[in-house]
């Protein structure tokens, strides 16, 4: 993106006293709208830098940047599209992470009532208590201290009563199923021990949610048939009837609804289908794998795709930090997996707040396969 700025005096910084600690004497976002109002004419802004100020706190200063960008008559459609899209990034997030450090302390005071300010603190300070500094004030994720209880087990253990331990899901440690997937492929093959599934997944927008008369439509993920992994893929219904699904070329498939909303009852959407999975096994020796090739035909795969997929400097420095003087692309690989591994907290993914409730069952679709594990 090459959105320029017309020159303007740079303001001059108000009287204000500097501050210990990780504050500075000048907050991120006057910073960075100094930066734009001292910029020359023809001084460029990227969506990088602006994707980057959002990823740091920096609202104010990315707000400033995309009016001054997007009010430029020029401005390609893609470099527009780009930055609105940055700009309902930090509306989500701002919905996402609506706690102030006296609303998250008094949440986790309901669970544990002698809480000690130092345990807050501490627990804060490993990044266990999910929080974004927005425009320098520390805003904490809505569901952070329900999540606290997830990440920390000394947390856990001071909750009244005490949380029960988290139960893991069947194929969270090793089971029958996946000795039966290294025993069928000792013969080199990499696809093995299929099973037949049938698959309900459905959705429910609650009363009232959307005003009656109104049209709902929803997007209910649908697989695509990858050989070896997931192949027969049969429809069996739709719930309202009629659903469409996404041709098989979609990368993101799905099947599309709508109906009616109606005054005091919720809304529910569901779609059915069959479809064949396999294990997948591959056995690795390291000392074979090279690195990936500069071939032309890869370069869509691991370029970066503006605003989803972007390089930020904070990206960059964590996948220094991780790799460090590793060489070889195997060890790499391992390094950084493992390193996101370690990341604590579920993903802070910012989405709208959605007043809908989702389930996904998955049965075996033939007696046959009763007895085997199906997800």
Not at 25 to 45: S, T
Not at 162 to 189: C, M, T, W, Y
Not at 237 to 247: E, K
Not at 256 to 268: D, S
Request: glycine share 4%; proline share 10%.
């Amino acid at each position: 993106m090459d959105a320029r700025f017309s020159q303007s005096p740079a303001p001059t910084p108000p009287s204000r006293p500097a501050r210990s600690g990780r504050r500075v004497a000048w907050p991120a976002p006057y910073l960075f709208a100094l930066a734009i109002a001292g910029a020359q004419a023809q001084a460029p802004v990227t969506v990088e830098q602006v994707v980057a100020a959002v990823d740091r706190g920096d609202f104010r200063g990315a707000e400033t940047a995309i009016d001054v960008a997007r009010a430029r008559a020029d401005l390609p459609a893609d470099q527009r599209q780009a930055l609105a899209f940055e700009r309902e990034r930090m509306r989500r997030i701002r919905l996402d992470f609506t706690l102030d450090r006296a609303a998250a302390l008094a949440q986790l005071r309901k669970a544990v009532p002698d809480l000690r300010d130092a345990e807050f603190d501490a627990w804060d300070k490993a990044g266990l208590i999910e929080r974004m500094d927005i425009d320098g004030q520390p805003r904490y994720f809505k569901r952070s201290i329900s999540n606290l209880f997830r990440l920390s087990a000394e947390a856990a253990a001071r909750r009244a009563p005490p949380v029960k331990p988290f139960s893991e899901g069947p194929n969270e440690q090793l089971n029958p199923h996946h000795a039966e997937i290294l025993a069928a492929a000792r013969d080199g093959a990499t696809s093995v021990a299929p099973r037949r599934l049938r698959v309900t997944q459905s959705l429910v927008v609650d009363a009232d949610a959307v005003p009656a008369g109104e049209t709902v439509r929803a997007w209910i993920p649908y697989p695509r048939a990858i050989a070896g992994q997931q192949e027969d893929i049969r429809l069996l219904g739709t719930v309202p009837a009629g659903g469409q699904v996404a041709p098989e070329g979609a990368l993101q498939r799905t099947a599309y609804m709508e109906r009616t909303a109606l005054a005091g009852k919720p809304t529910a959407f569901s779609v059915s289908y069959e479809l064949t999975v396999y294990g997948r096994h591959f056995a690795i020796d390291p000392q074979w794998v090279q690195a990936t090739p500069d071939d032309p035909a890869l370069a869509p795969y691991l370029r970066e795709q503006a605003p989803h997929i972007v390089f930020t400097p904070a990206l960059r420095a964590f996948s220094r930090e991780v790799v460090g003087n590793e060489t070889h692309p195997y060890r790499i690989a391992r390094r950084l997996f493992e390193a996101v591994d370690r990341i604590p907290g579920p993903a802070r993914a910012s989405t709208r707040p959605s007043p809908t409730s989702a389930t996904t069952r998955c049965t075996p679709a033939t007696p046959t396969a009763a007895s085997r594990p199906c997800c």
